[in-house]
């Protein structure tokens, strides 16, 4: 980040269908200015059956600043608890069905 503001950084998940118009989970921060680097996290669970889009947001509250996100990070992690979607027993992961 550059500048002399900060900026508010908004990342969302939102459903891939437009009839859907909430927001499944967001998280806003702020990003101090000049020179920051950072990380932001966010951790959130899918139902594994609804599709989804990652929104990104950001504006200086006033003045001049400049974001780079310079990466984007995605790990999907399977559910390790029988019942849940798309979980499968470990005896059976790779058989034919699977």
Do not use: C, H, N
Request: hydrophobic share 35%; aromatic share 6%.
């Amino acid at each position: 980040m550059t500048g002399d503001q900060r900026i508010r950084l908004t990342v969302a998940i939102e459903p891939s269908e437009k009839s859907q118009a909430d927001s499944l989970a967001a998280i806003e921060g702020l990003v101090p200015p000049t020179g920051s680097d950072g990380v932001v996290t966010f951790p959130w669970t899918s139902d594994g059956i609804r599709s989804f889009k990652v929104s990104i947001k950001a504006r200086a509250d006033g003045g001049s600043a400049r974001l780079l996100i310079s990466a984007i990070k995605a790990t999907r992690v399977w559910p390790t608890v029988a019942g849940s979607p798309r979980y499968y027993e470990p005896s059976s992961a790779g058989q034919p069905d699977q």
